[in-house]
């Protein structure tokens, strides 16, 4: 299996190259700085330098052509301001989704977060703006003749993966490590029952692939 990843150097992409990798298949990771591209190729992935933020979406597409799923987990970053929430949460989620289209590649899965559904409509504050970009990019992708599954993970730890989460958007903690969310996603990759489908996921007794099974 061929997955690119958008936002390849991110912090859950990079645990999901690992485990791409790991598994036998190949991940590549879209990444705006070249300087990164041997992170990736630490953990068994390919870099190819392409800002999202300038490319066309046949750009995009040339490099996704052949793939059997896109991943988008990029982000404008915790110190970024408004303007790139928009032009990366949003922007580039739909860019990628465009060239998924036109390059024939169904499958997407979407990274998105907890509490977008709460979102301020009328803040200026960047977080509830962030919030805003992210579900209008869930919605965007919702509206797609794709494979979508959306995946809306609660507050991010960098603390060791369990393997196992909780599907509840109610249960308790409301967090969960990046690295059993990369699981996640690797999982989801494998399962038709993700496919249309959106859910939180936070860290919980059930292993992943079970819960997803109950999807």
Do not use: C
Request: charged fraction near 25%; proline fraction near 5%.
């Amino acid at each position: 299996m061929r997955v690119v990843i958008a936002g390849g150097h991110g912090q859950i992409a990079l645990r999901l190259e690992r485990q791409l990798a790991e598994a036998g298949h190949e991940a590549v990771g879209l990444v705006r700085n070249p300087d990164h591209v041997p992170d990736l190729e630490k953990v068994g992935a390919r870099g190819v330098v392409l800002d999202l933020e300038q490319a066309s979406a046949a750009d995009v597409a040339a490099v996704v052509s052949g793939a059997d799923a896109v991943v988008f987990a990029a982000g404008g970053g915790p110190n970024s301001g408004a303007a790139r929430k928009d032009t990366v949460d949003r922007a580039a989620a739909a860019l990628l989704a465009d060239a998924a289209e036109q390059a024939g590649v169904r499958r997407y899965l979407m990274v998105s977060s907890m509490g977008t559904d709460q979102a301020d409509p009328d803040s200026d504050q960047v977080f509830q703006v962030y919030l805003r970009a992210k579900a209008a990019a869930d919605e965007d992708l919702r509206g797609r003749d794709l494979d979508w599954t959306i995946v809306r993970p609660g507050r991010l730890t960098d603390d060791e993966g369990t393997g196992s989460i909780s599907l509840d958007p109610g249960s308790d903690p409301r967090e969960i490590p990046r690295e059993d969310v990369a699981a996640v996603l690797l999982a989801a990759l494998g399962n038709p029952a993700t496919i249309r489908r959106q859910f939180t996921v936070l860290t919980g007794q059930t292993p992943v692939a079970e819960a997803l099974a109950g999807l």
